[in-house]
Each structure stands twice: as structure tokens, then as C-alpha cells.
């Protein structure tokens, strides 16, 4: 124990006095989290729909007595996709190629079915594979519940004013003609001009009766229209780049090169340095060696990554900005912070130790943290297999923590399966390094 | 005399290649050893397994005594100033602080500059400085004299000598015919064959 003490002591040294590599090893990460930010920025951009009009949509189109603004409602789905006015087989062609993610068609007599108000007028939607296709196609299912709730309205008014016309009687158009409704009122003057008898007393309750039923249409068909409505509150919370994901996000990229990159090198340069064959000689065995190198990748874990929640959360009180309690969790992330840099620090370790000098394994960990990173970030919902190769570097286990302990009510339940994991892979890789330790030439 | 460090048999193997053949060595109390032999003969792997810092591929070393050694490239700490190396490597080794002030003043180490700063010449004097932490009985040294002024020369053969009447033993590496007469006995090392 005391000679994995004096070697991080001298590690520390060492670092202190390399003050162009500690810069970098703290820009680096930052950098690369705020490329990653961009990136992941760029999955929430508009993917490109192709949309064939093939039934020549009017400006306007009025649909019972309503009158609906085809161009704005179209706008208003072009804030969530990029829409892209194509004739057919261009739109399949581009789909084909991926370079549209969705092709939506307004089939001929779109529009006449719509002014019909008998059929159901239909889209027709093809998508690509992959994840933007299932984003497109909720949001075209968006758009259809927003037109079906505009038109329902119309529908709605139509039928009432049907309803209207089967109470008060009058002159209506149906199917394209011109129909005379004589109406349950007018029904009820002629019966009372008829002489009285049990059958025509029959028929004057079915019409009071058939009136009086009409009479509460309205609000029936209106409650019937919208069981449920949703009302829609100002937005609240912090914003993504303020977000406890951002945050988690930012906290483990940058632990993750730093520590990968560190215990890497602090362990090859014992080798470059001649140090390692005079420490061999009974001074420091191969565990300590790897045990002060976990140490110092856990300590600058530690520190980099407490400054990074510091940041945050100061950036979150200056701009009294609402929603999570930015202090409250630092000890829980803190402990995490120094266990996910000694799991990743133990990876740095073996990579240290099989790269052999400072300069490769210095590559090496640069090499080896951008897919492991990059790896952790794949959903896994998306990919069942990338997540699960995920689960056998520290990187991924290290987001679910932190994301947890940032933003969940209750993240007990994660933070202790995710300790697990890190504590499980930190003695895994701790122990192969050893191994390879053991067996480096001086 | 028994023997303060006895090799039985060790040999060296990287890949295919024999660095060391099979040999038997000793190094009893009051022995001065040359090894002298061309490059790459296999000099620095036997004072290297000698020392303990490369295990051999084959056979065994006993050490009675606490042994020093001083590889040939300087095994130290370029970012630490020499006290620093010196201390860390006392600490490690369980030697005394006043050792290190007396190794810093004898061999003039008093800089503030890191190890990879000094002239090659300062650089071997902390790398034997280090080898004479915790006063071992037995050197094992490496082209000592490599890279040292006159003066120093001088100075690191009469701490051999002193080492010697006091009944210490030191092996060193050389190439200089020279410095094969403060030996009393000279072993060649030919091809990694060990040549009495």
C-alpha cells in the first residue's frame, strides 16, 4: 500500500510538471463531448421527407362550412421535417437511395373524398429502414391527428347542421345534389292538420319523441368527437445543453479519455523510462504497479470530472435556470466518478501494458476510447448486440450511472446494479493487467 | 568464501534467439569482476538477471547479500530533479533520508533542474547514486565509468575499493581495457557464452 501511495505520489508529480499534457488530456475530452453534443444535435435534425402530390392540393380547400389553409398546415409539418415537393418517381428514387427518409403521397381524389365528407380520404406513407424512419412516421401520424381533429370540427358542423335540417327541415346539398327535407317540425304542423285517431296519436309521439332525442345531438357529437383533449402547458426544465443527460454525457466522455489516456501511459513510460526493471527488483510488485495506476486515473476522475458537475451546476444558479437539484447528488456522482475512473483506469492499465511504450499506448487509448464511447452511446433499443458489447467496458455502465444519480427520483436501484459492474470490470481488467505486467521485458 | 550472489545454470532466450547460454557464476565477498566482451555479447542480460531486474528463461539466482546495480541506459524518472528520484527510490526501498543527502552532496546532485535536463554525464552519476542507495554489499554495474569526467572516474573507484575491503564484491561491464585491471579476475562473454 505504501508503495502504490509514493508511485501515485510521483505520477502526480509528474503530471503537475507536464502542464501542455494536462491541458490537453482536459481539452481533449471537453472537445470531444462537445462534437458528440453536436452530433447528437444533429440526430434530433430534420430528416428529409419527400412528399408527391398527386391530386394538385389547393392553396385553401373548404370542407363542409371550413375552410383550411393547405399551405400552412403543410408549414407546419416542415418545422419537423424537411419537405420536398417530388413527383413519384423521384421520391422513389431518392427513398431508394436513403437520401429521403419517408415518401409521403396525396393520392388522386384526395381531395374530393375530403369535400365528400362520406369516405375517408387516405395518405400514403413509405418509410426507409432504420431509427429516423420510426421518428418520421410518428410524425406524420402527428400531422394526420392534427388535420383529423381540424376536420372532425367540419364533420361535426356537418352533421349537426344534417341534424338541424331532420328537425327544422329545409334545403340541403347531399352527394352533389340539391335535396328538399321536409323536417320533424313541419312533420309535426301537417300531422295536427289531420283528423285525430290512435295510429296518427302513434306517430305524433314518435316525432315529439325523435325531436326532443335530436334536440341533444350537439354536445353528444362533440363529447363524442374528443374523449380526451390534451391542453398544452409552457415549456419548463432546463434546457438539453443544461440537461442532466448533457451533463452525464459530458462527466463520463471526459473521465473516459482522461483515465484510459493516463494509466496508459503513466504505465508504459515505467517501461520507457528503464524505471519498471529497477522496480521489479523487489521494490514494487506488478499489483501495485497496476493498483497505483488505477489510483491515479480514479483521482483524476475524481477531480475533473467533480469540476465538470461544479460547472454545471454553478452555470445552472447563475442562470436560475428551473428544474433539479444540481448540488444535491455531488457525493453520490463524486463516488461514482472515482469508481468509473478506476474501472477505466484498470482498461488504461492492460492497454498500457500490452502497448509496451508510452507513445503506442498513448495511441492506442485514443484508439481504443472512441469506439468504446461510442459503443456506450448506441441505444439499445437499437442495437441489441452493440449494447450488449457495451456492457463489457466500463464507458456505458459509467452513463447509466451518472444519468441516474443526475436525474432520477429514485436511481438506488441503477446506481447499485451500475456499481456492480464497474467494481466487477475494474478487478477484471486490474487483473489481466497484472498479468501482462508480469510478463513486459524490462 | 561462500558466495554473496551465485547464479546456477541461468540462461536468457528472446524469441529464438539466445541472449545468454546456460552458465554458472559467483560473486564471493572481496571480489572485483570485469566482464568485458563486444556488443550485444550478452553483458547487460547477465548483470540484468543478476540484479534481478529480468528474470531468467532458465536457472536460478541466490543473493546472500543486498545488491545494487546501475543498467546501462539510466533506469530513473526523467521529470523527477535527481534528490527526487532518490528519495522516491529510498522510500520504495526502506533506506535511511541522511543517505540520501550524503549521495546527493558526494556525487554533487544538488540540481533544480529535472532528470532529463542534465548533461549525460549527471544523468550516470544519479544512476549509480541510485545503485548505492541502502549501501548494498554487491554492485553489478554497467559500463560505470561511461559518460564520467576523470575526476569522477577517480572517484567511483575508490568507492569500489572501499566497498571491497569492507567485504562487499562488485561485477561491472566494460569495454575499456583499462578499467580490466582494477578487476582481479576477467570474464569474456562471447556470443552469449560466458568465457573464463
Keep these: 500500500m505504501r508503495a502504490v501511495a509514493l508511485l501515485l505520489r510521483k505520477d502526480v508529480l509528474v503530471l503537475r510538471r507536464s502542464p501542455l499534457l494536462l491541458g490537453l488530456l482536459v481539452a481533449y475530452p471537453l472537445v470531444v463531448a462537445a462534437l458528440v453534443a453536436l452530433v447528437a444535435s444533429y440526430a434530433n435534425a430534420r430528416p428529409r421527407v419527400a412528399l408527391v402530390d398527386e391530386d394538385g392540393l389547393p392553396a385553401e380547400l373548404v370542407v363542409g362550412e371550413e375552410r383550411f389553409d393547405v399551405e400552412a398546415t403543410i408549414d407546419r409539418v416542415a418545422r419537423e421535417v424537411t419537405l420536398v415537393r417530388l413527383d413519384r418517381a423521384e421520391a422513389e428514387q431518392q427513398l431508394g437511395s436513403g437520401r429521403a427518409v419517408a415518401m409521403l403521397v396525396v393520392p388522386r381524389g384526395f381531395v374530393a373524398d375530403l369535400r365528400s365528407m362520406v369516405r375517408s380520404p387516405e395518405l400514403e406513407l413509405r418509410t426507409t429502414r432504420g431509427a429516423l424512419s420510426v421518428r418520421v412516421t410518428q410524425q406524420v401520424q402527428a400531422l394526420v391527428y392534427e388535420l383529423n381533429r381540424q376536420l372532425q370540427d367540419a364533420y361535426i358542423d356537418a352533421n349537426i347542421e344534417y341534424t338541424r335540417l331532420l328537425v327544422e327541415g329545409g334545403t340541403a346539398a347531399f352527394l352533389g345534389r340539391e335535396v328538399e327535407v321536409l323536417g320533424l317540425d313541419r312533420a309535426r304542423a301537417l300531422l295536427d292538420e289531420l283528423p285525430p285517431g290512435p295510429r296518427l296519436d302513434r306517430l305524433r309521439e314518435f316525432v315529439r319523441t325523435a325531436r326532443a332525442a335530436l334536440g341533444e345531438t350537439d354536445e353528444a357529437l362533440r363529447a363524442t368527437a374528443n374523449p380526451i383533449e390534451l391542453r398544452e402547458q409552457p415549456a419548463v426544465g432546463r434546457s438539453w445543453v443544461l440537461s442532466a443527460q448533457a451533463q452525464a454525457y459530458a462527466a463520463t466522455l471526459t473521465i473516459a479519455f482522461v483515465a484510459l489516456l493516463l494509466a496508459a501511459a503513466a504505465l508504459a513510460a515505467e517501461r520507457d523510462e528503464g524505471a519498471l526493471a529497477r522496480l521489479r527488483r523487489g521494490l514494487v510488485g506488478p499489483g501495485e504497479l497496476v493498483a497505483a495506476k488505477v489510483a491515479l486515473a480514479a483521482l483524476a476522475a475524481l477531480v475533473l470530472g467533480t469540476g465538470l458537475v461544479a460547472a454545471f451546476g454553478l452555470a445552472i444558479e447563475l442562470g436560475d435556470v428551473e428544474g433539479g437539484q444540481p448540488w444535491a447528488r455531488v457525493p453520490l456522482v463524486a463516488a461514482g466518478l472515482a469508481l468509473a475512473g478506476a474501472a477505466l483506469g484498470a482498461l488504461g492499465a492492460l492497454l498500457g501494458a500490452l502497448a509496451r511504450d508510452a507513445r503506442t499506448a498513448s495511441l492506442v487509448a485514443v484508439l481504443a476510447a472512441l469506439p468504446i464511447v461510442f459503443l456506450g452511446l448506441v441505444p439499445r433499443e437499437i442495437a441489441p448486440a452493440a449494447a450488449a458489447a457495451a456492457d463489457a467496458f466500463p464507458f456505458a455502465h459509467a452513463l447509466r450511472f451518472f444519468t441516474s444519480a443526475l436525474f432520477d427520483t429514485d436511481p438506488w436501484g441503477t446506481v447499485a446494479r451500475e456499481t456492480g459492474w464497474l467494481a466487477l470490470l475494474a478487478l477484471v481488467y486490474a487483473a489481466v493487467a497484472r498479468v501482462a505486467v508480469r510478463r513486459l521485458p524490462a | ?196
Excluded at chain 2, 121 to 140: D, T
Excluded at chain 2, 162 to 185: H, I, K, P, S
Aim: proline fraction near 6%; include cysteine.
Design chain 2, 1 to 196: 568464501m561462500s558466495a554473496l550472489v551465485a547464479a546456477r545454470g541461468i540462461a536468457k532466450r528472446y524469441g529464438a534467439r539466445d541472449v545468454l547460454r546456460p552458465c554458472d557464476f559467483d560473486l564471493g565477498a572481496g571480489a572485483v569482476v570485469a566482464l568485458l566482451g563486444p556488443n550485444g555479447a550478452g553483458k547487460s542480460t547477465l548483470l540484468s538477471i543478476l540484479a534481478g531486474a529480468v528474470p531468467p528463461t532458465a536457472g536460478h539466482v541466490e543473493r546472500e547479500a543486498t545488491v545494487g546495480w546501475a543498467p546501462q541506459r539510466p533506469a530513473l524518472y526523467g521529470r523527477l530533479t535527481p534528490r527526487e528520484n532518490l528519495e522516491l527510490f529510498a522510500r520504495l526501498g526502506g533506506a535511511e533520508a541522511t543517505e540520501v543527502h550524503a549521495l546527493v552532496r558526494d556525487l554533487a546532485l544538488e540540481r533544480a533542474e529535472p532528470a532529463s535536463a542534465l548533461s549525460v554525464g549527471m544523468r550516470q552519476r544519479l544512476n549509480l547514486a541510485l545503485a548505492f542507495l541502502g549501501r548494498p554489499q554487491v554492485l553489478l554495474l554497467d559500463e560505470p565509468t561511461a559518460a564520467l569526467d576523470p575526476e569522477q572516474r577517480e572517484r567511483l573507484w575508490t568507492r569500489l575499493d572501499d566497498l571491497r575491503r569492507g567485504g562487499g564484491a562488485v561485477c561491472f561491464a566494460t569495454q575499456n581495457l583499462d578499467e580490466v585491471e582494477r578487476a582481479q579476475r576477467v570474464l569474456r562473454i562471447e556470443d552469449g557464452r560466458l568465457v573464463p
